[in-house]
C-alpha cells in the first residue's frame, strides 16, 4: 500500500468511525431500527427499496415493511459500552500512522441455535407484560443480535416448535444477526413472507458486504 493510498485508508477508517458514533446516537434510533429490518429482509432475499421500509407512526411498531409491523429489539454484550467502545478507536484511528495499526485479533465464538431460540424467549416472555394481548397480537417482534464476535455455524433449526408456547402472544418472532436470519414463530395473522420463511436460517452473503 503506498503513502498516499494508506492515508487515505486511515481518512476512511476515521470518517467511517465517526459517521458510526452519530449512527448509534439516539437522536438515530429510527434510523438504526430501519436499518435492521432492511438487512433482516435482505438475509431472506426479499428485494425492496428504502421507500417500501419506513418508520411507523403508531406504537408499539418500530418499522412498517408492506402488512409487517416490526418492534427491533437490540440484543448486546452485557456491560458493553458501545459509546465509549467507539470513541476509543476514534483515539486510535486519529493517530495511526499506517494501515497496520488497525489490525485486531478476531476469534469468533460459535453460538448455537439453542441458545439464541432460549435468550429469545425469555426475552419475548419479558416483553408480554409491557402490551395488551391486541397490540401483541398486531407486532412482530425482531430481535438483533449485535454481540461481539458471535456466529451460528449451524445450518439447520430443530425443535423450534417446542418454544411456541413462549412465543404465542406475538404475531411472530424473529431474529437477525448479521451473518443470518431466522423466523422461529408465526401466527396465523402473520405476514405471508414470513410464514413462509419460518424455520430456516436464511443466509444472504451478499447482505455482509452492503452498507
Known amino acids: 500500500m503506498g503513502k498516499h493510498s494508506e492515508s487515505d485508508f486511515i481518512k476512511e477508517r476515521v470518517d467511517a468511525i465517526k459517521e458510526a458514533i452519530h449512527f ?12 435492521v429490518v432492511r438487512h433482516f429482509l435482505s438475509q431472506l432475499c426479499i428485494d425492496c427499496s428504502n421507500e417500501d421500509i419506513h418508520a411507523s407512526l403508531d406504537e408499539p411498531a418500530d418499522v412498517v415493511y408492506c402488512d409487517a ?8 454484550d452485557e456491560g458493553r459500552k458501545r459509546c465509549d467502545e467507539y470513541r476509543e ?23 448455537s441455535c439453542a ?3 432460549s435468550i429469545v424467549t ?4 419479558k416483553l408480554q407484560q409491557k402490551y395488551g394481548p391486541s397490540e401483541r397480537m398486531s407486532t412482530d417482534l425482531l430481535f438483533y443480535f449485535n454481540l461481539q ?5 449451524e445450518d439447520v433449526l430443530t425443535d423450534i416448535d417446542s418454544y411456541s408456547s413462549e412465543m404465542i402472544a406475538w404475531r411472530s418472532v424473529s431474529v437477525f444477526l448479521g451473518d443470518c ?31
Open 24 to 35: 448509534f446516537s439516539n437522536n438515530c434510533k429510527s434510523d438504526r431500527e430501519i436499518w
Open 69 to 76: 409491523r416490526f418492534q427491533v429489539k437490540e440484543i448486546f
Open 89 to 111: 478507536s476514534l483515539r486510535k484511528a486519529e493517530i495511526a500512522t499506517s494501515a497496520s495499526d488497525f489490525l485486531e485479533h478476531y476469534q469468533p465464538q460459535n453460538m
Open 115 to 117: 441458545d439464541v431460540v
Open 122 to 125: 425469555e426475552r419475548a416472555s
Open 149 to 153: 464476535n458471535i456466529h451460528v455455524g
Open 181 to 211: 436470519a431466522l423466523v422461529l414463530y408465526v401466527s396465523d395473522k402473520a405476514p405471508g413472507f414470513l410464514k413462509t420463511a419460518k424455520g430456516k436460517i436464511h443466509r444472504n452473503l451478499s447482505v455482509l458486504f452492503d452498507d
